[in-house]
């Protein structure tokens, strides 16, 4: 084999042409992307190939081969550009093809569900109530869980004597020394204490949260449950404010055909005070064997009244100037009241048969 080629010689020129025909057509079908076939292109048919150098030396070629052997070199080099073109294609196919299977979805695959989570019954509860209130035009504020006793109990106008200060019924962190006894909150309406200290009136809030009692668990009661608080404060609210509010709650919360009672009782932060219970929504208080009532017609709903004027001192309002209604809630008991939930144990048994029912 020749080391050397001349090509102005028209036997070398053909020889070498056909190698590097073989050598290029072999190299492009094996490129693997099209960076290499870019490299081939240039090595093969671009200016300083071995073609482009064959183009060039035409001019010094015996004017009688010069025709056969451009027409030679022309058709080696169609021939390498058509096969770099369609190998060109062949290649983006592939990527195409690698694109789809990385990113496309076979919806014929099968797949297993994930278990989508849901927000638990108290707290669609809270949620719910919020959303009634703040319809009305209230604001939503919290307090810590643990608390003062002065807030728990003094501003609240809560004698040192009360039964609810005992250890035996409220669970404290720091017991003895009534100036600063701390203590897990028997109730939310500390809320409307520093509420009020903070902001001067109007006031109209609910304050959601955990309350603590030293209780046993049995049917109706937690050591852990929550409540919903309530406080308007303004110049001139009168107990029928009072009752028209909490009357347009039931009718949002249990149906449109609710009637509420008010009940004298007595708490040491309002003046006068009141039990509020709504018409049975499962009987209308029609049915001496309602399940819902069991035939009594009302149910209890939560306690109430108009602020007591020494709760406004203790927090640094004027009583001559404002007057408000408070109102507190039990969150399992609304809940089990209009989902005819038997034991309040099964908010906290995290069974899943149970919490499914409430999907919200
Ligand atoms: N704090 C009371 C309780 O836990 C509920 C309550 C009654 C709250 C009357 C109030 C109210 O704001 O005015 O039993």
Partial sequence: MKTTTNLTDPMDLAESLEALRTAALARIEGAPEMSALAEIEADTVGRES??????RGLGRMPAEDRRDAGRLINSVAGEIEGAIAARREELAALERAAAIAAEGIDVTVDYVAPRVGRLHLIQQVIDEVCDIFIGLGYHIAEGPEAELAWYNFDALNTPPDHPGRLESD??????????????????????????????????YIVAPGKTYRNDTVDATHLPVFYQIEGLAVDESITFSDLKG??????????????????????FPFTEPSAELDV????????????????????????????????VFEAVGYDPSAVTGFA?????????????GIDSIRHFIDNDVRFLEQFPG
């Fill in 50 to 55: 071995p073609i482009g150098e064959a183009r």
């Fill in 170 to 203: 409220t669970m404290y962190l720091d017991y003895g020394d009534p100036a600063d006894e701390m203590l897990l909150r028997a109730h939310t309406s500390p809320v409307q204490a520093r509420y009020m200290e903070q902001h001067d009136p109007p006031v």
């Fill in 245 to 266: 509010t909490l009357a347009e709650f039931a009718r949002q919360f249990f149906g449109p055909t609710t009637r509420i009672r008010l009940r004298p009782h007595f």
């Fill in 279 to 310: 018409s049975c929504f499962n009987c209308d208080g029609g049915e001496s064997t309602c399940r819902v009532c069991r035939g009594v017609g009302w149910l209890e709903m939560l306690g109430c009244g108009m602020v007591d004027p020494r």
């Fill in 327 to 339: 109102f507190g809630m039990g969150v399992e008991r609304l809940a089990m009241v209009r989902h």
